[in-house]
């Protein structure tokens, strides 16, 4: 069975241009999220989806990030106009049930960098 | 504001002896606690996980201490092996919350085991 995969696996772009990163969870998987890790600090909670509706999107840093989850399988995250401030590892993480984490999966995540 | 701490950046241990990583948190909320553990370039790996209703759990050479009081918890390894060697991080979240479960990472502790 195919993981958590995120694509690009890296990403360098300059600061005011937008970056789109796509996540295909783990088929049959309901539950969706991102985190981000900016350089050395912790891993933080962006968004959950539940299928194609968000659940939760309180992590989201501002208007510049925007997550679609069309048709309830893989997800994309928008960054438009990107910041310096944006640079970091992102995650995506599927689970099949809404349970605290035991089953969630992580992909190996997309280093975005800002120039 | 931090509520997830691991305030040991990094941890050295000789192959075959007990690895203790710590976690300390603030968050009275917080009733499920995890241990996630991470490879270069690869994303986190559930790795242990423990109710608040336990103060102890354990898998096979992995044992997760909770001490509700003193808001803290620990990871032991034992016997530490060289394949040990990798970021660990602690996480939390609130079990029973309606929310999406969101996980709250510390920033993570860098394991060594040395041959």
């Known amino acids: 069975e195919a993981g958590v995969t995120q694509f690009p696996s890296h990403s360098v772009i300059e600061k005011g241009q937008t970056v789109t990163l796509r996540c295909d969870p783990i088929?049959?998987?309901?539950?969706l999220y991102w985190y981000r890790r900016v350089m050395g600090k912790e891993i933080k909670f962006l968004l959950h989806?539940?299928?194609?509706?968000?659940?939760?999107e309180s992590g989201m840093p501002n208007n510049r990030f925007l997550a679609e989850r069309t048709g309830g399988t893989y997800s994309t995250l928008k960054v438009q106009p990107a910041e310096l401030e944006d640079s970091g590892v992102y995650f995506c993480?599927?689970?099949?049930?809404?349970?605290?984490?035991?089953?969630?999966?992580f992909g190996q995540g997309t280093r975005l960098t800002v120039v | 504001d931090q509520q997830v701490k691991q305030n040991s950046p990094s941890l050295s241990v000789q192959e075959g002896r007990i690895s203790i990583l710590n976690c300390d948190y603030t968050?009275?909320?917080?009733?499920?606690f995890l241990w996630y553990k991470k490879y270069p370039a690869e994303g986190p790996t559930f790795l242990i996980s423990?109710?608040?209703?336990?103060d102890k759990n354990e898998d096979g050479r992995f044992t997760v201490f909770l001490n509700k009081s003193a808001k803290h918890l620990s990871l032991h390894i034992v016997p530490s092996q060289p394949g040990d060697s990798a970021v660990y991080f602690c996480?939390?979240?609130?079990?029973?919350?309606?929310?999406?479960?969101?996980?709250?990472f510390g920033k993570g502790t860098k394991l060594s085991v040395i041959p």
């Open positions: 993480a599927s689970s099949q049930v809404r349970l605290p984490g035991t089953e969630a999966f």
């Open positions: 088929s049959g998987h309901d539950n």
């Open positions: 989806f539940v299928k194609e509706s968000k659940q939760d």
């Open positions: 968050n009275s909320m917080f009733d499920y």
């Open positions: 423990i109710s608040s209703i336990k």
């Open positions: 996480a939390a979240t609130p079990h029973s919350g309606a929310g999406s479960y969101q996980l709250t």
